[in-house]
């Protein structure tokens, strides 16, 4: 490079230099006189600005400052000027093209700086520079980092590989001084490259000598290299050398045995593990159950506080934790979550707490406590964490460790203990928004990833154009089947215009199933198809599932507990559904197996707490009732026996699939449908028996929980507004409000 001495600026003189940083890449390095202002903005100008063109500035240990600039030239030497804020040019200079240019001397530029400016300068040749050129894997460049950490730490502290976690992966342990003020970034300098690594990573406690342990991941791929370990921190820099990843122990699980009070290393290892194949998930929950952290709680006295965690669930958007409290002399400050680092946060910034009762000691008597929910949003999924670690937190400030019995991960069972956590009388919603809401929403999306159909089965030949296409869904209860498949059969219209689809939702009675459908083909000789799923995922999920298969353009939801009284009933519902292009959906009269009333049409009604609840016109009256025996536009019609054109099932998106288990999935249909502007109509010369919610009476965890409570509260909190706009607007014919009429004649809830 040469330069021509410009005294533009009074008289300024000073000379550029520039040297090679890697085979394309140029650095143009200038002290900046003591005569011109300290702080002043210099840029770097030329005929053809390149791009990138990044600088830094640096103290000197003389007191001055230097300014470097990194560009890639052009393959001809350029005109470049030094020019101030002003616009005056300072120095005028020609630069050659980078391969003519010498090498930095790093040893050299860091002779004229001060530690903080060394520490400057490689943070941000590491940082910024190494990526605006993408020189992660230039040798060159590697060359001279290494030659600044050799010229920074001449004889580095060793690092060591713990054990293999999974091929390739390797756990590291160094020793770093908490001087550094928190690490900000990491990276592994090899022979060839320069590879910032992963930011996870867990420090521990301070040894005896006052160093922090450190553990990441690396990976390092055979044949293993030497390796420089450059911690960046906010104070400092450490380096540390791994001459090469011979572990101490021979395989994960043999360390993972021998782990003693690094519980925060252990949740560390569990993360990083699960995130990197579903494998490794499985791995770190059979390490987990093999070697379980001892349940730890603190129990009752008269004189401190007491308190013991019972659900503690790691799902993918935070923390759902509940147990009980016990604070007879006010000694409770809270309770904190323990992040792997040894972080605490406060659940009580976030838990509902409700009254409980607990066993005392050996003689299991009850006693009473405070129950306790929390939700704890995090920033990054824990994992297939079993065993999430807590504190007890007094007034004092001292603290007592609480830990649980390792928790479910199933999705399912995760769900059943969320529905179980509180009880149905404080089952609020206040329960439900901040606490309940977010985690049961967070275990259905996860559900619903592992939900679909595992294949099918045709008993006969399929229709090639049928008109309705009939969706059944099946959940552990066949009683009906028979009886069903016989209605339909003996209905000539049906059998020659519709197509029965079959959806097995509990794939564990599969062959009970396949054999009973097999038979009534034989004996009807009536075309079905039979969709079975993966597992079982709920009322709207295999709904929507068979949907899917329909070929029709109507489209029925029936109920497997849902019986023909009498032929015709298909037909009496599909003619509306062509004839009325306002109708968006139809449900015929539904009785009781003694002849009463089960369902003539939806609607709504709130509850003492507010919430609207599914109710069914004249339920319970004699199925002659002559109320009932008027066809009408309704607010909602029950999902037991649903009909409308496909292509409205379809731009609605068919059944909404965040409903617990099985309930208010049918009205929630119904109300989208209007949002459409379209109506709900109800045909009472259409009519079947429904043996009402036979299949939700086997699950426990419907029956025991708060389920109900929830599906109508979600219900309530998506629909309000519409509810009670559509209920304030529904009259009899007599004119008087609806709720008003059929107050006393439907009392009792259902959502079939």
Known sequence: MTSDRSRAAGGVSSIARAFRLCSDVAVVIWDIPLQLPAIGKFVLSMQRQPVPLVSMMLPLADGRQCILWAMRPDNKAERMQICAADGNTLLSFALQPAAKLPLLDVEALLENLPPEGSIKFLNTLLT??????????????????DDAIQALVPTPRLASSVCQIAPGRHL??????????????????????????????????????????????????????PLHLLFLGKKGIAVRHLPNCNPRYSGLQKWWAEQQGGAGLREFVVRQLSNLSRSGAATTTDLQLRAPL????????????????????????????????????????????????????????????????????????????????????????????????????????????????????????????????????????????????????DVEQTLGKTIGVDHMKDYGQARKAPLVSIVVPLYRVLDFLRFQLSGMATDPWLAENAEIIYVLDSPEIEDETKHLLGGLHILHDLPMKLVVMNRNGGYARACNA?????????????????????????????????????????????????????????????????????????????????????????????????VMRREIYERVGGFTEDYVIGDYEDSDLCLKIRRMGLQIAYEPAACLYHFERRSIRRSNDYMRGVASQYNAWLHTQRWNDDIAELMAASVTDGGSKTVVAIGKAAGERSAA
């Not at 490259?193 to 690396?218: A, D, K, N, Y």
């Open 172 to 225: 590291i342990q160094a020793d770093v001084s908490p001087e550094l003020g928190g690490i900000g970034n990491l990276y592994a300098v090899g022979a060839n490259s320069v590879v910032p690594l992963t930011m996870q990573f867990v420090v521990g406690g301070r040894s005896e000598r006052g160093w922090q342990s450190c553990h990441f991941i690396l990976e390092q791929r055979q044949p293993a290299q």
């Open 546 to 642: 068979g949907a899917r298969f329909a070929n029709g353009s109507v489209l029925v939801m029936l109920n497997s507990d849902v019986v023909p009284r009498e032929p015709g009933w298909l037909q009496l519902l599909t003619r509306p559904i062509f004839e009325r292009d306002e109708l968006g959906a139809i449900g015929p009269k539904l009785l009781f197996e003694d002849g009463s009333l089960q369902h003539a049409g939806l609607y709504f009604a709130r509850d003492q707490r507010g919430i609207w609840l599914n109710h069914h016109f004249y339920k319970g009256m004699p199925g002659r009732y002559p109320s009932a025996q008027i066809a009408r536009d309704v607010p909602g019609v029950t999902g037991a026996c649903l």
């Open 294 to 441: 001892p349940a730890r709680h603190v129990t009752k006295s008269a004189m401190h506080a007491a308190a013991e965690i019972d659900l503690a669930l790691s799902l993918q958007g935070g923390l759902l934790a509940g147990g009980w409290t016990d604070d007879p002399a006010s000694t409770l400050a809270g309770i904190d979550y323990l992040k792997e680092d040894g972080t605490a946060l406060p659940l009580d910034g976030n838990w509902y707490q409700f009254p409980a009762w607990g066993r005392e000691g050996k003689s299991s008597a009850k006693t009473d406590v405070t129950g306790f929910v929390a939700w704890l949003p995090l920033d990054e999924p824990l994992g297939p964490l079993l065993q999430p670690r807590f504190q007890l937190r007094h007034t004092s400030g001292a603290v007592k460790p609480l830990v649980p019995k390792p928790q479910p991960l199933e999705p399912v069972a995760q769900r059943n203990r969320i529905l179980r956590a509180v009880s149905p009388q404080h089952a609020t919603d206040e329960a439900f928004r901040t606490i309940l809401a977010p985690a049961l929403q």
């Open 128 to 145: 910024v520079w190494r990526s605006a050129f993408r020189l992660s894997r230039d040798e060159l460049f590697a060359g001279i980092v």
